[in-house]
């Protein structure tokens, strides 16, 4: 079993940065993408960044340039560093992680959520 432990998060005011982390942990998994979501009030969750088996990430358009992920290979984690903050990025953020089991299942994971508020 494979679970998802997030952390960082909180209330910052326009133009901030703010970090959030998470970790992976379990035993016999392949990671095959793990990033970031993030759902606000009466939206759909959206993707906001995250990285591939290749290496490759991928962002939101509204974050590229504002938002760095990057991993930890040989601890499976992923953190998300979020510049110049706006109060629309305000959201519960949370992780996601696609896997192949040793036995070659494909499983995936939501993190719990942390929250971000950037308000002013």
């Known amino acids: 079993q494979v679970q998802l432990v997030e952390s960082g998060g909180g209330l910052v005011q326009p133009g901030e940065s703010l970090n959030v982390s998470c970790e992976a942990r379990g035993s016999r998994f392949s990671i095959l993408t793990m990033g970031w979501y993030r759902q606000a009030p009466g939206k759909q969750r959206e993707l906001v960044a995250e990285?591939?088996?290749?290496?490759?990430?991928n962002y939101a358009e509204s974050v590229k340039g504002r938002f760095t992920l990057s991993r930890d290979y040989a601890k499976n984690m992923v953190f998300l560093q979020m510049n110049s903050l706006k109060p629309e990025d305000t959201a519960v953020y949370y992780c996601n992680l696609r896997y192949n089991t040793d036995n070659n299942a494909l499983r995936a994971r939501w993190g719990q959520g942390t929250q971000v508020t950037v308000t002013s």
């Open positions: 990285v591939i088996s290749t290496g490759t990430i």
